[in-house]
């Protein structure tokens, strides 16, 4: 186990740098195709690109696990070349892939290694085990499962652990490794990372116990299946495993309604400020839809609150579908509303100012968002630079 990682996607560039050298070791340099299923997440084919890899996709199957026969033909077509696949476990597709050991002996028949992100390890602790299924290396985000605030930029920490096979190539010392056999690449200058966070983990694990840690995770798949059963009938789970059940998280699919009318997953994202509410996760693994990742850490009361929120966006969509007003002057494109907007003399919208406001009909501790609608999309395609001309440094 390293801590040096200072990020969930530091303790993935760890690992991959491990297995590169664990390649390179037995004297397979040759090796370097990562598989990816596109289940996986976001950030993993970046760390494989940056660990010298290159990427290999695999597709997805109908009920959103990882496609058997593309895997295969995969293994298959990169057999000498395999370094590793990256799996995430279970997928961002908030489903368990139940064939997850017989994937990782494919890929290990065919010598490369198996990759696990941790990042929805709070859907495993005390339930399983990576190393048990086929795992070779796996990081934790500690921001997410072990109860450290999330890094934001720092300070953040992503342990690293793996098999006994690929120990010698973990960070080393940063003042070592350069230049000194029998190191990993350092990933950190320190050689314990963001040290200074990690009593809050430890801490957390001491007071919950094993007992407790099981509870947790039970409690973070017991709260997305209820939201999940609970918004179906208005807004379709796009995936589900055995059972119709589905993981940590859930993908809510806006896309016929989109078709229908015109309203965007972002139209529902930003009216979720109204009602207090950062938006879940936007059009990622799927474009148009909303992935919903509760958590253990709400209870009852706040979960049916976004609940609630949600049935009642979806009433507004329906008065879109039923011309009561056009999406273009509804309240789902024109949120987020100000403090500003509300009270302006200059009100001219198709809708009241109460149902912009307060919508859920919540009048106290009512949060105003500064900022109304932008197009971010435009503002990340058009980049200005504000620095000072390079003419006021000449002197």
């Not at 290999?56 to 295969?72: N, R, S």
């Not at 709400?298 to 008065?319: G, P, S, V, Y």
Request: proline fraction near 6%; aromatic fraction near 6%; charged fraction near 20%.
């Amino acid at each position: 186990m390293s801590l040096q990682p200072n990020a969930g996607s530091q303790g993935e560039l760890a690992g991959l740098l491990a297995i590169r050298g664990y390649h390179y070791s037995r004297g397979e340099e040759q090796r370097n195709v990562c598989l990816i299923p596109a289940s996986a997440h976001g950030t993993n084919a970046a760390s494989a690109v940056l660990a010298g890899m290159k990427v290999v996709v695999v597709a997805t199957a109908a009920d959103g696990t990882i496609d058997h026969e593309d895997l295969y033909a995969k293994i298959e077509a990169n057999k000498d070349a395999l370094s590793a696949i990256m799996i995430t476990y279970p997928s961002t597709h908030g489903v368990y892939d139940a064939d997850v050991t017989e994937i990782c002996e494919a890929v290990h028949a065919a010598g490369g290694q198996v990759y696990v992100d941790g990042a929805n390890l709070n859907a495993l602790v005390g339930l399983a085990q990576p190393g048990k299924f086929g795992g070779d290396v796996s990081h934790l985000n500690l921001h997410k499962t072990f109860c450290i605030p999330h890094g934001g930029g720092g300070p953040g920490v992503g342990p690293v652990a793996a098999k006994a096979h690929l120990a010698p190539f973990m960070p080393g010392d940063a003042n070592k490794a350069a230049h000194q056999d029998g190191h990993g690449v350092a990933i950190s200058a320190s050689n314990f990372g963001s040290a200074g966070v990690l009593p809050i983990s430890w801490a957390y694990v001491k007071l919950m116990g094993g007992e407790g840690l099981t509870e947790a995770t039970k409690a973070a798949l017991l709260a997305a299946n209820y939201v999940a059963v609970r918004l179906n009938e208005y807004f379709p789970v796009l995936y589900t495993g055995e059972g119709g059940l589905v993981a940590h998280e859930c993908i809510l699919d806006l896309r016929e309604l989109t078709a229908k009318t015109g309203v965007t997953a972002e139209d529902v994202a930003k009216r979720l400020i109204d009602f207090g509410f950062h938006a879940p996760t936007l059009a990622f693994p799927v474009a148009g839809t909303l992935m919903v990742e509760p958590t253990e850490s709400e209870d009852l009361a706040e979960i049916d609150r976004f609940i609630e929120a949600m049935i009642t966006i979806r009433k507004e969509i329906d008065q879109v579908a039923n011309g009561d007003f056009t999406v273009a002057d509804s309240p789902l494109r024109r949120a987020p509303h100000t403090a500003a907007a509300v009270v302006s003399s200059d009100w001219d919208r198709a809708y009241p100012r109460e149902q912009a406001a307060f919508p859920a009909h919540h009048k106290q501790d009512k949060y105003f968002p500064p900022v109304g609608r932008i197009d971010g999309a435009a503002g990340d395609r058009n980049l200005i630079c504000s620095c000072p001309p390079l003419s006021e440094f000449e002197d």
